[in-house]
């Protein structure tokens, strides 16, 4: 009877460790997608800084025109 207890104990600890294998590599999956994202979502706020310093300079480069030709008014 003792056997039969100490085997049904290992099939379930062989059953655990699978899953807790299979938990580990969804997990390894998940970081790995994840650091992806991060990634992804850092170049992307670079980008739109990278515009955002480029419509300065064409907002300054149209002020710097405006006032050449005398077309701002001064109210």
């Known amino acids: 009877m003792t056997d039969n ?3 049904l104990i290992l099939e379930h600890l062989r059953a655990l460790r ?3 294998s299979s938990i580990k ?3 390894r999956d998940l970081k790995l997608r994840m ?8 170049s992307f ?7 955002g ?6 907002d300054a480069r149209i002020d ?6 005398e077309l701002r008014d001064n109210a």
Request: charged share 35%; no cysteine; proline share 0%.
């Open 5 to 7: 207890v100490e085997n």
């Open 18 to 20: 699978a899953d807790v």
């Open 25 to 27: 590599a969804d997990v």
């Open 35 to 42: 650091s992806s994202m991060e990634n992804y979502m850092a």
């Open 45 to 51: 706020h670079l980008e739109i800084a990278r515009h």
């Open 53 to 58: 310093s480029k419509f300065d300079e064409v």
């Open 64 to 69: 710097r025109i405006e006032r050449r030709l």
